[in-house]
């Protein structure tokens, strides 16, 4: 089987490139550059006609979306323990890709992407400053629900783990400026754990992103 996975460096994709790499599956990776547009060429819109990442194909089977991909290739390795077995634990990860994709994720695309929202280019900053401090709120609901300082879901390392560190990352980044570390210890310290596994340090060399210190 060839299998192949589409991300550009530091977006979503992140977390269905960590949990591909620590799965054990063989792939490849092709980056794409956003900045330059690569998700709107004919090549790639034949993948993917959302013109998003991050996308894996599979002998000519395409899955898109993050959270789909990683359910997907954990369920492939049920012995890497990346997707739960306890049926309510199974419905806690659902429940926390589920509002990390429409709320982290759709609040952070308003505070980068203003244009997508509205055309009156007045009202960009207006829509970037609401969006800071609802991410802000967000970020301190994460906070509290890692405050028991173990793993997202359970006892173990799984999915929900790697997509939490994207978001980590997105607040710390050039968009949201905020002192992680400082205004969010508990999610700082998990980040932290999520970095120092090998699949996941060898992600983020592969991308070019700075690890949290």
Not at 42 to 47: D, E, K, M, P, T
Not at 110 to 127: K, L, N, P, Q, V
Not at 148 to 165: K, Q, R
Request: with cysteine; charged share 25%; net charge negative.
């Amino acid at each position: 089987m060839t299998r192949t996975l589409y991300y550009a460096p530091g977006a979503c994709s992140l977390a269905a490139h960590i949990i591909l790499e620590e799965s054990g599956l063989p792939y490849e990776g092709k980056a794409l550059d956003l900045a330059k547009g690569d998700q709107r060429s004919g090549q790639y819109l034949a993948i993917n006609d959302r013109g998003r990442v991050p996308a894996l194909v599979e002998d000519g089977w395409v899955l898109t979306e993050c959270a789909a991909i990683m359910r997907y290739v954990a369920r492939q390795v049920p012995d890497k323990g990346l997707w739960p077995t306890d049926l309510r634990e199974m419905a806690t990860a659902d429940e926390w890709l589920g509002w990390l994709a429409s709320s982290h994720h759709v609040t952070y695309a308003h505070a980068r992407r203003a244009e997508r929202y509205t055309d009156d280019e007045e009202a960009f900053e207006g829509i970037r400053a609401k969006a800071a401090d609802t991410f802000g709120d967000l970020c301190t609901m994460t906070e509290v629900r890692l405050s028991h300082g173990g793993w997202a879901v359970g006892e173990s390392y799984g999915v929900v783990d790697a997509y939490l560190l994207v978001f980590w990352l997105w607040g710390r980044g050039q968009v949201m400026k905020f002192d992680m570390a400082g205004r969010f210890p508990a999610w700082t310290a998990h980040a932290k754990r999520v970095a120092a596994r090998p699949a996941v340090q060898a992600v983020l060399a592969r991308e070019e992103l700075t690890p949290p210190a």
